[in-house]
């Protein structure tokens, strides 16, 4: 299982990450529409992601960063510190970034790989239905998932629902318009990886 953050660690996350993308936007010189425009976000939802009032998802993020054209991890890399060029990595328990969104808590692994082709995630689940989502999750992109435990349920705006219980997987094109929810008694507990 996921480390539970308690509600100030997840509030200063995204206030950490809120400050990074507005830093990175000023860096260029560009106002939160220019933004708005170049990642594909509302200007509304910008600012609420930068003042820290609302958390943003993976898709959000993906958006950003490929508008304000750095990696994902420039976005999460929130502690200043230079992210090594290797490509060799090994996560221990507990290593990673955190973030958690109303849907699902991420834990973002490797973020010290700069420049990555993918981003190997570990998710809980915790979404119940669909309707827990304000919008379908579509962004460039491709996804294989591995359930962990629980039974994890892929929805989709072209396909029937697909339930898939621990040690099943899937691999799709993220532009299809998925979300996740849980169908067990506790959240689903996933290993995925984005790539680009």
């Known amino acids: 299982m996921l480390v539970q953050s308690s509600p100030e660690d997840d509030t200063s996350l995204d206030q950490m990450v809120g400050s990074r993308i507005k830093e990175l936007r000023t860096e260029k010189g560009w106002s939160l529409m220019e933004t708005s425009q170049e990642a594909g976000v ?5 600012s609420r992601i930068e003042r820290g009032e609302l958390s943003p998802t993976l898709g959000s993020l993906s958006k950003i960063a490929r508008g304000l054209g750095v990696d994902l991890t420039a ?4 502690s200043g510190q230079e992210i090594a060029r290797f490509r060799r990595a090994i ?8 973030q958690k969104t ?18 190997p995630i570990r998710t809980q689940v915790t979404a119940r239905s669909p309707a827990d989502y304000r919008e379908w999750e579509n962004y460039e992109g491709e996804v294989f998932v591995f359930v962990l435990s629980g039974t994890l ?4 705006d072209l396909y029937e629902d697909v339930h898939l219980k ?11 318009g998925v979300k996740w929810y849980s169908a067990s008694r506790k959240p689903a507990d996933v290993l995925w990886v984005y790539a680009r």
């Not at 509302?42 to 910008?46: D, G, K, W």
């Not at 996560?91 to 955190?98: I, K, N, S």
């Not at 849907?103 to 990555?116: A, Q, Y």
């Open 102 to 119: 109303g849907t699902c808590i991420n834990l973002f692994l490797m973020d010290e790989i700069r420049s990555k082709k993918m981003q």
């Open 42 to 46: 509302s200007a509304s939802a910008l």
């Open 75 to 78: 976005l999460l890399n929130t």
């Open 166 to 176: 621990a040690c099943e997987s899937t691999y799709y094109d993220v532009s299809l």
């Open 153 to 156: 349920v892929l929805s989709s």
């Open 91 to 98: 996560a221990r328990e507990g290593d990673g970034v955190l």
